[in-house]
């Protein structure tokens, strides 16, 4: 290969990275944490913020991993009674284009069903995340088992009592 080449070969395989990027950076995850709501729950939650950088509408439509038997897309819905119940989304989350979804406690999330290990505060979970455009995003969420609720994510010193 003469240099030339090599310089070319460079060239394009920067432009080449470029694009890949590009597209690899159209789904990005923020402040994901997950939790069990018991020391030897059988079952557990993540919760994060989804940022679609496309310019059309994506959809998170599974959630994949192997530390539970069973991974599930949840949201909390009022039963009519004033209950909160937990169902089951199949068709998953709209993220719009250009937006933001959270999935929080009392909200969407993701469920993990029959775990395979406990989970412990600092532990890290591979999970899969599964997107109509973007296809398979694979993100490690951290066990954080003291954060609370609803503290608006980066609002840590907020007046609450906690
Ligand atoms: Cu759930």
């Given at each position: 290969m003469s240099l030339k080449s090599v310089v070319a070969a460079a060239v394009a395989a920067v432009v080449f990275a470029g694009a890949a990027y590009a597209e690899g950076a159209k789904i990005m995850v923020h402040?994901?944490?997950a939790r069990v709501s018991a020391k030897a729950s059988k079952s557990g939650a993540a919760f994060m913020e989804i940022m679609n950088m496309a310019s059309e509408a994506d959809q998170l439509i599974a959630a994949r991993s192997d530390v539970a038997k069973r991974v599930?897309?949840?949201?909390h819905m009022e039963s009519g009674d004033g209950?909160?119940?937990m169902m089951h989304v199949e068709?998953?989350?709209a993220i719009p284009a250009g937006g933001m979804h959270k999935?929080?406690?009392?909200?969407d999330?993701?469920?993990f069903m029959g775990l395979n290990q406990s989970l412990e505060h600092g532990d890290t979970v591979k999970v899969t995340l599964v997107f109509q455009n973007?296809?398979?995003v694979e993100i490690e969420i951290p066990v954080d088992l003291e954060r609370k609720p609803a503290e608006?994510?980066?609002m840590d010193h907020s007046s609450h009592s906690n």
């Amino acid at each position: 290969m003469s240099l030339k080449s090599v310089v070319a070969a460079a060239v394009a395989a920067v432009v080449f990275a470029g694009a890949a990027y590009a597209e690899g950076a159209k789904i990005m995850v923020h402040d994901q944490y997950a939790r069990v709501s018991a020391k030897a729950s059988k079952s557990g939650a993540a919760f994060m913020e989804i940022m679609n950088m496309a310019s059309e509408a994506d959809q998170l439509i599974a959630a994949r991993s192997d530390v539970a038997k069973r991974v599930e897309l949840h949201t909390h819905m009022e039963s009519g009674d004033g209950i909160m119940k937990m169902m089951h989304v199949e068709e998953g989350f709209a993220i719009p284009a250009g937006g933001m979804h959270k999935l929080q406690r009392g909200g969407d999330h993701v469920m993990f069903m029959g775990l395979n290990q406990s989970l412990e505060h600092g532990d890290t979970v591979k999970v899969t995340l599964v997107f109509q455009n973007a296809g398979e995003v694979e993100i490690e969420i951290p066990v954080d088992l003291e954060r609370k609720p609803a503290e608006g994510g980066h609002m840590d010193h907020s007046s609450h009592s906690n």
